[in-house]
């Protein structure tokens, strides 16, 4: 069923037809938020002093008439009302062809179409009124006022990775498949076939021989859910996950193309009190966000960096500032005794490098904020050449590129902290040249 399609133009919010629509700040509208402002929506506040969160109900109702939900007030730690996560993608909302209505706590609210179609196959559930749901363009007041100002979205970011280990059940809505593809999705979801087999056309052993199922498998897992940064820590961090495409429904092992780097980052690399933060930063440095600073902030709850805490108002130059900082303490803390310090001042430098290329700056934004870093942790590396790092770096870039084509089959390879000591041995031959 396709989600219906606004008749009319709501409240004073201008639609944006045909080629995607900027704001004044050069970046994609948001018509969603736009409309959800313009219309007044009223949340239930949440008392910041806690670990209050909201969840939703999706009631359910007929086809052809609107979508309805209902919040529910509750705590990460309550017992009172388990509930599921959904970890999914926002998808496009610069036009109205995105975005659909639903009545939301008997408000009109505006979603975006991926949504509206989980919420959609949701309703038709006889459960969906007796299930929580923490989802969080619905959840988190996307749109605040001048005087409700960032708080409440930065107090429930900081406790996101808590919302998803916390949940009985992490739901991934990887969107709706074409009308085309069903039965064959559905025929693999039964089968649990061996991806293996299915991928390999040379293999005879696999009863997936037919181009429709093997389309069909290969679209599975290159949706672009798997591209997004977000849904590393939902992954990682849940308790029990299932996939959802459109009404078929698929295990970690049959989308495992897709996993299998996320789980060996997190057991190999994770440290006693999480992931490092350095480390994170060259594994995902090719996955996206429609907001640079939710390449730091949508990683937080597997990172060992209590220092760092979300922050929508600050900007992408601070927020390096205080990362860079945060690496190079990780760092001072886990090499001193292993490496000498020019392999050390290396590793900081190509560090540095990703984190620009992470946060979309350049060395001209990050003047005043390197010599402050420099001042502070008492490490220079302006001597390295960034040359130095560009090959590596372009590697490293390409090599991100392949793995998402190759839908993660390879995953993302990340700087080996061996590829530091080689580093430095070619400084110092520049050096002696």
Same mark, same amino acid.
């Given at each position: 069923?396709?989600?219906?399609?606004?008749?009319? *133009?709501?409240?004073?919010?201008?639609?944006? /037809?045909?080629?995607?629509?900027?704001?004044?700040?050069?970046?994609?509208?948001?018509?969603?938020?736009? !409309?959800?402002?313009?219309?007044?929506?009223?949340?239930?506040?949440?008392?910041?002093?806690?670990?209050? &969160?909201?969840?939703?109900?999706?009631?359910?109702?007929?086809?052809?008439?609107? %979508?309805?939900?209902?919040?529910?007030?509750?705590?990460?730690?309550?017992?009172?009302?388990?509930?599921?996560?959904?970890?999914?993608?926002?998808?496009?909302?610069?036009?109205?062809?995105?975005?659909?209505?639903?009545?939301?706590?008997?408000?009109?609210?505006?979603?975006?179409?991926?949504?509206?179609?989980?919420?959609?196959?949701?309703?038709?559930?006889?459960? =969906?009124?007796?299930?929580?749901?923490?989802?969080?363009?619905?959840?988190?007041?996307?749109?605040?006022?001048?005087?409700?100002?960032?708080?409440?979205?930065?107090?429930?970011?900081?406790?996101?990775?808590?919302?998803?280990?916390?949940?009985?059940?992490?739901?991934?809505?990887?969107?709706?498949?074409?009308?085309?593809? %069903?039965?064959?999705?559905?025929?693999?979801?039964?089968?649990?076939?061996?991806?293996?087999?299915?991928?390999?056309?040379?293999?005879?052993?696999?009863?997936?021989?037919?181009?429709?199922?093997?389309?069909?498998?290969?679209?599975? %897992?290159?949706?672009?859910?798997?591209?997004?940064?977000?849904?590393?820590?939902? &992954?990682?961090?849940?308790?029990?996950?299932?996939?959802? !495409?459109?009404?078929?429904?698929?295990?970690?092992?049959?989308?495992?193309?897709?996993?299998?780097?996320?789980?060996?980052?997190?057991?190999?690399?994770?440290?006693?009190?999480?992931?490092?933060?350095?480390?994170?930063?060259?594994?995902?440095?090719?996955?996206?966000?429609?907001?640079?600073?939710?390449?730091? /902030?949508?990683?937080?709850?597997?990172?060992?960096?209590?220092? &760092?805490?979300?922050? /929508?108002?600050?900007?992408?130059?601070?927020?390096?500032?205080?990362?860079?900082?945060?690496?190079?303490?990780?760092?001072? *803390?886990?090499?001193?005794?292993?490496?000498?310090?020019?392999?050390?001042?290396?590793?900081?430098? /190509?560090?540095?490098?990703?984190?620009?290329?992470?946060?979309?700056?350049?060395?001209?934004?990050?003047?005043?904020?390197?010599?402050?870093?420099?001042?502070?942790?008492?490490?220079?590396?302006?001597?390295?050449?960034?040359?130095?790092?560009?090959?590596?770096?372009?590697?490293?870039?390409?090599? &991100?590129?392949?793995?998402?084509?190759?839908?993660?089959?390879?995953?993302?390879?990340?700087?080996?902290?061996?590829?530091?000591?080689?580093? =430095?041995?070619?400084?110092?031959?520049?050096?002696?040249?």
């Amino acid at each position: 069923m396709e989600p219906p399609r606004l008749t009319h *133009r709501p409240y004073q919010a201008t639609p944006a /037809y045909g080629k995607p629509a900027s704001n004044e700040n050069g970046q994609p509208r948001q018509l969603d938020h736009e !409309y959800n402002r313009a219309s007044g929506f009223h949340y239930p506040p949440i008392d910041l002093s806690t670990r209050q &969160i909201r969840l939703v109900r999706v009631l359910p109702s007929a086809l052809g008439s609107p %979508i309805r939900c209902e919040f529910v007030m509750s705590s990460i730690d309550s017992t009172n009302y388990p509930y599921t996560a959904l970890s999914y993608t926002w998808d496009d909302a610069t036009s109205e062809y995105g975005i659909v209505k639903i009545i939301l706590d008997g408000q009109d609210f505006w979603v975006r179409k991926n949504l509206w179609y989980f919420l959609h196959h949701t309703r038709l559930k006889s459960t =969906a009124s007796h299930t929580q749901y923490w989802i969080d363009a619905i959840c988190i007041n996307q749109t605040p006022s001048e005087e409700e100002d960032m708080n409440e979205k930065n107090h429930q970011v900081q406790l996101m990775g808590e919302i998803y280990s916390g949940a009985h059940m992490v739901v991934a809505w990887l969107g709706e498949p074409p009308e085309r593809m %069903i039965p064959s999705l559905e025929r693999i979801s039964r089968r649990g076939v061996d991806m293996k087999c299915l991928l390999d056309i040379k293999d005879p052993s696999s009863d997936f021989t037919d181009v429709s199922t093997r389309t069909a498998y290969l679209d599975l %897992i290159s949706r672009p859910y798997f591209t997004r940064v977000w849904v590393v820590q939902e &992954i990682i961090l849940a308790r029990k996950i299932v996939f959802k !495409y459109g009404s078929s429904s698929f295990n970690s092992i049959q989308v495992s193309n897709g996993l299998t780097q996320m789980k060996h980052l997190w057991d190999n690399y994770a440290y006693p009190h999480g992931l490092r933060i350095d480390r994170a930063i060259m594994e995902f440095l090719g996955l996206k966000s429609s907001n640079p600073l939710d390449k730091i /902030y949508g990683l937080l709850g597997l990172l060992d960096a209590d220092d &760092i805490v979300p922050d /929508y108002a600050k900007s992408r130059v601070d927020l390096y500032r205080d990362v860079l900082k945060a690496c190079i303490r990780g760092i001072w *803390r886990d090499w001193a005794s292993r490496a000498d310090e020019l392999s050390m001042v290396v590793y900081v430098g /190509y560090v540095r490098f990703c984190l620009l290329e992470l946060l979309e700056l350049d060395d001209n934004a990050v003047v005043h904020a390197d010599s402050s870093v420099k001042e502070e942790m008492g490490i220079d590396w302006t001597a390295i050449p960034p040359d130095l790092f560009a090959e590596e770096l372009g590697d490293h870039v390409i090599d &991100i590129n392949r793995a998402e084509r190759r839908h993660f089959r390879s995953g993302t390879r990340g700087m080996a902290p061996l590829c530091i000591f080689v580093l =430095a041995g070619r400084y110092r031959s520049s050096c002696t040249v």
